[in-house]
């Protein structure tokens, strides 16, 4: 996705990308404590401005500090990064959110005075580096990109140009190329998250089948497989990168001999099931349904310009509907059968 969504091709994609960090800024890898496999990034830069040494960045920060706001200076997105790091600040929903508010600033909606001489446009690699210490301290402009896009795009009178489902600020791919994925979010029950159901596996990377990214038939049961294997791989504080490689019945061998439990994976995956329905359980009490279940305008009725995914929106109500159906929910809640069925009540 670049520049808030508006399309989804970055042509500084090259100087941002995992092979640049490699010949560039990586300087070793840190493993979360007792892992092999050590997939955080350390990266060191020393040439000023944006002087720095730290973890990251990842794909995700890489994505929203880079091709979300325009900007392809390694240098600037490693810096504000790792400011993120520092202050405690998620670098997706900041970066995308400094996203939306670049879009504002570009339609003319956000007064120059409020920005205190800052160019807020897209492509300022400095204006990310100085939105991420000045939200996370609240200053200035700072303390507006920290209610989050939601909040934000509404306060200016532009609600449609927050990114975002259920007022969780969307990741680092685009619907209308992955559609799957698009009804991931709209489904997800936290709001626009992709580690929910990370449909990216079997529609780009093909595990554990490839799927077509552009076509929306079939893609529920994909998507509710994932939310269910996940809430249980969750449970067991387990990370996500694993299950490329570990489905249920993996998970189920491992969990058994440390619990004494004797599951098999046709019961871990029910047990996700269970998980997955509780929680929507507990978000329509909070009035929360199908008119939830949606994803941005801009992703629904906007083709996508360019690229691969040219002239593609996102077909939600049609997989929305094949969802419901499968997971025996009735308007985003589940029936007073499912929840009989799962013993939920």
């Known amino acids: 996705p670049t520049r808030n969504f508006q399309t989804g091709v970055f042509p500084g994609a090259d100087k941002i990308s995992g092979e640049t960090i490699q010949k560039t800024i990586l300087t070793g890898t840190k493993p979360c ?15 000023p401005p944006y002087q ?19 900007v392809d200076d390694l240098n600037a997105i490693t810096k504000a ?11 997706i929903s900041f970066g995308s959110t400094v996203g939306c508010a670049m879009e504002l600033c570009e339609k003319g909606l956000v007064p120059k005075e409020k920005l205190g001489g800052m160019e807020l446009k897209f492509g300022n690699p400095q204006a990310i580096v100085e939105l991420a210490w000045r939200t996370g301290i609240r200053s200035g402009f700072g303390d507006e990109i920290a209610q989050g896009a939601k909040r934000l795009a509404e306060s200016y009178g532009a609600p449609e140009l927050a990114m975002h489902v259920k007022g969780l600020e969307l990741p680092a791919y685009d619907p209308r190329g992955v559609k799957g994925h698009g009804l991931g979010y ?23 089948e490839k799927l077509d990214p552009l076509k929306p038939d079939g893609k529920a049961k994909w998507v509710i497989a994932f939310q269910d294997i996940f809430s249980m791989a969750d449970s067991l504080v387990v990370c996500k990168f694993l299950t490329f490689a570990l489905g249920a019945e993996d998970l189920t061998s ?6 004494g439990w004797n599951w098999s994976a046709d019961d871990f995956t029910k047990i996700g099931e269970r998980i997955y329905n509780l929680e929507r359980m507990f978000i329509n009490r909070e009035g929360f349904s199908r008119k939830d279940d949606t994803l941005p305008e801009r992703l629904l009725k906007e083709p996508m310009p360019e690229g691969p995914a040219k002239g593609h929106v996102v077909e939600l109500d049609q997989m929305l509907d ?19 069925e799962l013993g939920l009540r």
């Open 322 to 340: 094949e969802y419901y159906g499968l997971r025996g929910w009735k308007d985003g809640r589940p029936t007073a059968e499912k929840i009989k």
């Open 186 to 208: 709209a489904t997800s029950n936290r709001g626009g998250c992709h580690l929910r159901a990370y449909m990216i596996a079997p529609e780009i990377l093909g595990i554990p």
């Open 254 to 259: 491992l969990s058994n001999p440390i619990t």
């Open 81 to 91: 990064h790792n400011i993120c790091d520092e202050m405690g600040m998620d670098p």
């Open 33 to 47: 404590w007792g892992c092999s496999i050590a997939c955080g990034r350390v990266s060191t830069i020393t040439e």
């Open 52 to 70: 720095v040494e730290g973890e990251g960045p990842e794909y995700e920060t890489d994505w929203s500090l880079g091709a979300m706001c325009g």
